[in-house]
């Protein structure tokens, strides 16, 4: 046991106890190579977004437009496929994928909501505020949860659904689909990003509490215990 230190006359003073260190996260991870044919695709679509924007928001042609939505899919489907195939896979790889998907929503559904009536229906401000938000707040989120980690991680199964259902929305809306039908599909889209955005925070929130511990053997999803919000 450590003596107590003397300090001026008559005066005892305890040690202090020994100071604990604070825990250190693992930081981002190393994206590795950047200029790759698969990083290339990713970039690519990048590049088309804008083009396919400003032929949504003109209403065409429906030529053009449909052509260039095409191969932005093209590159999307290749980019992952190359990278394997040409042994390169990287973490920038799942970050420009990922940002071009995120800025791609973004953008064909701000022109959707701006571009004017004779074009083709529209889509309403609360639902591309709810998608674009969304986004952002994934994006965000991700950058905190990768420090923590070390590592990316990939989409929930909520998240492939939600994309799928915003991707039908958008296609509804570019081929003039009755207004009945929009709606339906519009509320259903809502309520899936909605559940989305809740199961990735509940990953969030373990994530950031109990690190790598937190997730189950594919590195992805959450262990049982942990996929309750206030489940210890």
């Known amino acids: 046991m450590r003596a107590p230190k003397i300090g001026p006359p008559g005066i005892l003073r305890r040690a202090r106890p020994p100071m604990t260190p604070t825990p250190r996260y693992p930081g981002l991870p190393d ?13 690519s679509r990048v590049a088309l977004i804008g083009p396919i924007a ?37 973490e920038w790889g799942k970050v420009l994928d990922a940002t071009a998907d995120k800025l791609a929503a973004a953008a064909v559904t701000v022109a959707l909501l701006v571009r004017p009536e004779e074009a083709g229906p529209s889509l309403p401000l609360w639902f591309v505020a709810l998608a674009v938000s969304r986004d952002v707040l994934l994006a965000a989120g991700g950058v905190v ?20 259902a915003l991707a039908t929305t958008v296609l509804a809306a570019l081929l003039a689909a009755p207004s009945g039908v929009m709606e339906a599909l519009i509320g259903l889209t809502a309520a899936v990003l909605a559940y989305s955005i809740v199961k990735y925070a509940i990953r969030f929130r373990a994530i950031l509490r109990y690190g790598a511990d937190a997730l189950a053997e594919d590195g992805n999803t959450l262990r049982p215990e942990h996929r309750v919000v206030g489940r210890e």
């Open 54 to 90: 400003w032929l949504i928001y003109r209403g065409g042609p429906i030529g053009p437009m449909f052509g260039l939505i095409g191969l932005a899919i093209a590159t999307d489907w290749f980019d992952g496929r190359v990278a394997r195939w040409s042994n390169s896979v990287s």
């Open 145 to 164: 949860q990768s420090r923590r980690l070390g590592r990316f991680t990939s989409s929930l199964w909520s998240g492939k659904v939600a994309v799928s």
């Open 31 to 43: 994206l590795g190579r950047f200029w790759t044919v698969a990083n290339m695709l990713s970039l």
